[in-house]
């Protein structure tokens, strides 16, 4: 590959993009195993156990995502600023700090799970907080890489030029740093303690990181169809407005479960799932305003990403979370694979799409500039990725779903919450069958992350120059 044409920020946005991919990759991985285990427990029993692939599926999950963000920031910065990067160098420093930090963590994870907690455990192995079990050198790594990414970030901008997508990428940076914070302190009171997790694992993913990929969203509308500034700047404002409004008190239908009042769950229920709604207004409205002007593409594998991204956000953040969020279905649904279905559906469709929409923003560039339209040679492998990436998210949330419902229905309807209404609902056979869907779905997911790395590895290589949409 040709990186003369990229700019420094573009530069290291590519490392990040690399180390996505890779992560990406070892998560797909990772969740096959623990499906697989799901299904038949004694697979690697006591070699790599469930608990560990588990961990580490989630965790590469959350890493790959991170990655994905500081990459597509740092790609458009130059762009949108008008002006080079400021901290070239310690923007590749925090790249290197936290490749090797997640590559330690992850060796500990995968070599280092037995034996006592303790003070050293906690920071050197294991903090055993579910979905952040990263020990606390790496917590505290991870907040002062983001501390340098929003330094050179904001002074890059205040070098050169504001416009309202960097005003809000820069203040929600500044929040992605400090909201991870909530996940680093204890409390022995455990609705406390449980209180500040929800920051981290709820906040600080589905506020921080949805006005994150808003910002993306917008810059991206406007290199691949040509979106008026006014429109997409007008719907991110929207969706700050819903993150302060709506986000927060989306917590709600947590806190209910950790002992605070009743009303958290009605008030969490009603709000949670108002997000995502500007995202989808804004990739309408700029379509329409460019159709009007005779619409053309530049890129149609992104296009069709940062289309699955806001149908995807606003199906799977939006209408799967509001319907099991609402406080009459909670009741029956919470900590079910109902809850599993909402977060497969949500992440795939909010993150997921809008780092490989940017995957393909980069790699269009590295290529020269060139079309990526309709004359785009080999164009069926990113059109199989796409496919197979999305029918294997759908079916894996349906599959999920309906062993969700068999659970609430069993476990929480006719046996009342009880061990015999739980055992009696993992052994149903539904429930056993649709684990085997997700399963099928999963090794679909995972051939078509494949299928995008190869096309992504191979794109434009031979195509024209001069390929028109």
Request: glycine content about 10%; overall charge neutral.
């Amino acid at each position: 590959m040709a990186f003369a044409n990229l700019n420094l920020g573009q530069k290291v946005s590519v490392k990040y993009f690399i180390g996505a991919m890779v992560l990406f990759i070892a998560q797909m991985v990772f969740g096959l195993l623990a499906g697989i285990q799901f299904i038949q427990p004694e697979f690697l029993y006591q070699i790599l156990d469930f608990n560990v692939t588990r961990m580490v599926h989630i965790n590469a999950m959350i890493i790959w995502l991170l990655f994905g963000f500081l990459g597509s920031v740092y790609w458009l910065v130059e762009d949108e600023s008008g002006t080079s990067l400021v901290g070239y160098k310690l923007a590749n420093i925090g790249f290197w700090v936290l490749s090797i930090a997640v590559t330690i963590v992850v060796l500990v994870y995968l070599f280092v799970q037995v034996g006592s907690g303790t003070q050293a455990s906690l920071w050197l192995i294991n903090e055993g907080r579910e979905y952040i079990e990263a020990p606390r050198w790496a917590d505290i790594g991870i907040v002062l890489v983001m501390l340098a990414f929003f330094y050179n970030i904001a002074a890059t901008f205040m070098k050169g030029k504001w416009s309202g997508i960097s005003g809000v990428l820069v203040l929600d940076l500044l929040a992605l740093a400090g909201i991870y914070l909530a996940g680093m302190f204890y409390s022995p009171n455990i609705s406390m303690d449980q209180f500040w997790w929800w920051w981290v694992v709820h906040l600080w993913v589905e506020a921080t990181w949805e006005v994150l990929v808003a910002c993306i969203m917008a810059w991206g509308l406007m290199k691949t169809i040509n979106a008026r500034r006014e429109i997409v700047t007008t719907w991110l404002y929207v969706e700050v407005a819903l993150m302060f409004g709506s986000g927060i008190l989306g917590l709600g239908h947590h806190y209910f479960w950790i002992g605070t009042p009743e009303y958290w769950l009605t008030i969490g229920g009603f709000f949670s799932a108002l997000e995502p709604v500007p995202l989808v207004a804004m990739l309408v409205h700029a379509v329409y305003d460019t159709g009007t002007k005779n619409l053309k593409v530049s890129n149609h594998p992104a296009f069709a990403w940062f289309i699955a991204h806001v149908f995807g956000n606003f199906l799977g953040a939006g209408v799967w979370g509001f319907f099991q969020t609402l406080p009459q279905i909670n009741l029956y649904t919470h900590g079910t694979q109902w809850s599993a279905s909402h977060g497969h559906l949500a992440f795939f469709g909010a993150y997921v799409t809008i780092n490989v929409a940017m995957f393909y923003m980069a790699i269009q560039k590295i290529r020269g500039g060139q079309i990526f339209g309709s004359a785009l040679v080999n164009k069926y492998r990113w059109k199989t990725s796409l496919a197979l990436l999305n029918i294997g998210a759908m079916g894996m949330t349906i599959a999920l779903l309906v062993a969700g419902y068999q659970q609430a229905f069993i476990e929480r309807a006719v046996e009342g919450s009880t061990w015999s209404g739980f055992f009696e609902a993992q052994t149903n056979l539904t429930f056993i069958a649709s684990m085997n869907w997700r399963l099928l779905f999963g090794v679909l997911m995972t051939i078509g992350t494949f299928v995008l790395a190869w096309d992504l590895l191979t794109i434009g290589k031979t195509n024209d120059s001069k390929n028109t949409t």
